[in-house]
């Protein structure tokens, strides 16, 4: 009887100090909880590609972002959209058969939605 007495004795006490300091802990603030940081918002480029002389619409060029497998190609309207891009600067390739490539350097891609429009020049 004196060993179960003293067992829920020592129990208690047990847990009364926890309490306690669990909740001195808390109003230090001192927190239990973890909190994530939020991710940054995934931005996008969206663009067009055109002839450099005659304006029209170039279907089916390679936009890649260099250094990465991020890789699009303009539809028949010359449009391109490359999605989920951290914010951060960019090189930007855009290549196509029988042209020089375009290189735009360093774009400070940060803004959703940003647009860039691309003129492609006849390699002859």
Do not use: C, R, W
Request: charged content about 20%; overall charge neutral; hydrophobic content about 40%.
């Amino acid at each position: 009887m004196k060993k179960s007495l003293l067992t829920i004795l020592f129990v208690s006490i047990f847990a009364i100090t926890f309490a306690i300091n669990n909740e001195s802990s808390t109003a230090k603030g001192k927190s239990t909880e973890t909190t994530a940081s939020a991710p940054l918002a995934a931005v996008s480029i969206s663009g067009k590609v055109i002839d450099l002389n005659s304006g029209e619409a170039l279907a089916g060029v390679e936009v890649t972002i260099e250094g990465s497998t991020k890789k699009v190609h303009t539809d028949l309207d010359g449009n391109f959209t490359i999605e989920n891009l951290k914010p951060g600067a960019y090189n930007v390739i855009a290549s196509y058969i029988s042209y020089n490539k375009s290189f735009i350097e360093k774009l400070e891609v940060g803004k959703p939605n940003q647009s860039l429009d691309i003129k492609l020049q006849s390699a002859n």
